[in-house]
């Protein structure tokens, strides 16, 4: 199997479903490095939609409202 028909899998992948980089680079054929190559470039294209559900991934309160 070539990589570039393991990467538009992974691609197509997280169309249909959310994933974190820990998750995606445990799929068949990724790495952690490529998994992190896969979601620069579908950010760099508009094609990949951050969200911030985990705690550490929001910023910390100010401690004053």
Do not use: F, K
């Amino acid at each position: 199997v070539c990589s570039s028909d393991l990467i538009g899998h992974a691609a197509h992948r997280l169309h249909t479903e959310a994933a974190s980089l820990r998750h995606i680079a445990q799929w068949p054929g990724m790495t952690l490095e490529r998994a992190i190559r896969l979601l620069n470039a579908l950010y760099l294209t508009s094609n990949l939609m951050v969200t911030r559900s985990h705690p550490r991934a929001r910023p910390q309160p100010s401690g004053t409202h």
